[in-house]
């Protein structure tokens, strides 16, 4: 079993719709939970990241968490076209100061 | 203008040749990374360097092969030894507190597209 698991794409919906995007992961151990997003041919910018259980927002982005279930969530409301990307979750351990990455998921948000 | 520079953007090598991709950082930061990015796969991690002159191997470095001989510079050299070199290329870059076990953020450079001919 893969560390991170990340729902599989592509995406496509309407401007405004609400966006859900999850991964599951395997290691209790992780302890930080991050967002990124990657815009086409460009490096990942961090969008979001939380390391307890329960919900963050920022705007229109909300990252949720739910660690007994090794299940995290990246929900986008009022989705805009700009919002069109590839999202990237990814889980930090301190124990080797690593980043695993999920495979990604290409959203694209039509006008 | 602090950041991370990656060079050049776009690389084609003829098969059996090394290469070597440059990144740059002017953040300060301590740590720096290469990762590959595959079409349709997540990041993952070739090399790592948490201090000067001192590096790990990550996840894939078979046919790759690092230095860094200074804070700001770590270089990646694709061998003729890597089976499927062709590949997106992203370094990037954080700060670095031993001893913690606290996320710090890494930022990333713009990447380097390698297509091996």
């Known amino acids: 079993q893969k560390e991170v698991e990340q729902d599989p794409g592509p995406l496509s919906v309407p401007e405004g719709a609400i966006v859900s995007l999850n991964c599951t992961y395997s290691?209790?151990?992780?302890?930080?939970f991050m967002w990124y997003r990657q815009y086409s041919r460009k490096g990942p910018e961090l969008l979001m990241y939380t390391y307890s259980s329960g919900n963050k927002e920022d705007g229109r982005f909300t990252a949720q968490v739910d660690k007994s279930s090794k299940y995290i969530s990246l929900f986008i409301r009022d989705s805009q076209p700009s919002d069109s990307a590839t999202y990237l979750c990814a889980i930090f351990t301190g124990a080797n100061s690593k980043l695993t990455f999920g495979k990604g998921i290409t959203l694209s948000v039509r006008p | 203008d602090g950041g991370i520079t990656q060079s050049p953007k776009y690389l084609f090598r003829k098969e059996g040749q090394n290469v070597t991709l440059s990144c740059e950082q002017n953040?300060?930061?301590?740590?720096m990374y290469w990762y590959r990015q595959d079409p349709g796969q997540g990041l993952r991690l070739i090399y790592y360097?948490?201090?000067?002159?001192?590096?790990q191997k990550g996840d894939i470095a078979e046919g790759y092969s690092v230095s860094r001989e200074k804070k700001e510079s770590f270089p990646l050299t694709v061998t003729s030894a890597q089976k499927n070199p062709t590949a997106f290329y992203l370094c990037?870059?954080?700060?670095?507190?031993?001893?913690?076990?606290?996320?710090?953020?890494?930022?990333f450079g713009p990447g380097t597209r390698l297509t091996v001919l």
């Open positions: 953040l300060n930061h301590d740590a």
């Open positions: 990037a870059s954080s700060i670095y507190l031993s001893g913690t076990s606290s996320y710090n953020e890494q930022f």
């Open positions: 290691n209790s151990a992780f302890q930080y």
């Open positions: 360097s948490q201090i000067v002159n001192d590096f």
